[in-house]
């Protein structure tokens, strides 16, 4: 794959899909109705149906708690995962149903890029109400292969739109992923940690987060083994504390 070939053609293709929605009137990207709001790329109702995480979360991963705010502070998969994520904390925007799923889904299959909008909207709100001390914000990357065939990382979109909504840094460059994983939802959770780990190493620009609080964010947090992975990498280039970000748990 030559070099030129890689960094063109995924801007000439954004570049056409542009065009193209301005010439057709904007449905919903989560129920398909036409939308009345044009601002917003979710309508109003769909928007209402999705239950953002609220104060009663898992410290530890993110996760919506149950009813028993302040009584327990890690949710019942936390308690199993001895491992931990390599962070210091997870935000998360929702769980991965309750059109969390398709607002990923679309995001990312259907190249529906103003959904990192409403996402990053989303996270810098949980971000700064839950006093989440950050300096820089990172994008966990896709590999070349993948980049070169979506055209854009739906990561890094996020995460430039949070970084600019909180007022922070995006740092990009600071990780590079050095394979690709298979697709993770069908895979056991031990495969899964096998197949992610060494996955990332630092890039040219990892200086960036040397003794630095980095906000680490991903579209979707499962195992929490990518996350965990790209965390240590991080670690390994200086960062003092890491919390992760993520649109779904
Ligand atoms: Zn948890």
């Not at 970084?163 to 740092?171: D, E, L, S, T, V």
């Not at 990518?226 to 960062?239: D, F, I, Y």
């Amino acid at each position: 794959m030559g070099e030129g070939r890689s960094t063109i053609w995924p801007r000439v293709r954004l570049l056409v899909e542009g065009s193209v929605s301005l010439v057709f009137p904007p449905h919903c990207d989560i129920c398909h109705k036409p939308l009345v709001d044009r601002a917003s790329p979710v309508c109003v109702p769909c928007i209402a149906a999705m239950p953002l995480v609220g104060r009663d979360y898992c410290r530890r991963c993110g996760a919506v708690q149950g009813e028993y705010v302040g009584v327990i502070s890690t949710c019942h998969y936390c308690e199993r995962e001895t491992k931990g994520f390599g962070v210091d904390q997870v935000v998360a925007a929702g769980m991965y149903e309750q059109g969390f799923d398709k607002l990923v889904k679309a995001l990312k299959f259907g190249r529906r890029r103003a959904l990192a909008t409403l996402a990053s909207a989303w996270l810098a709100q949980l971000v700064l109400d839950r006093g989440v001390e950050t300096d820089i914000v990172v994008a966990v990357p896709l590999g070349r292969e993948r980049f070169w065939r979506r055209g854009f990382n739906q990561a890094e979109l996020i995460a430039r739109q949070l970084a600019a909504r909180i007022g922070k840094p995006y740092a990009s460059g600071v990780l590079k992923r050095t394979r690709e994983t298979p697709p993770q939802a069908q895979q056991a959770q031990e495969q899964r940690a096998g197949n992610v780990r060494g996955a990332f190493k630092t890039g040219r620009r990892a200086g960036m987060v040397e003794d630095k609080r980095v906000l680490l964010v991903d579209d979707v947090m499962t195992t929490g083994a990518t996350l965990r992975e790209a965390a240590l990498a991080l670690k390994r280039a200086g960062a003092k504390e890491i919390a992760g970000a993520v649109v779904a748990r």
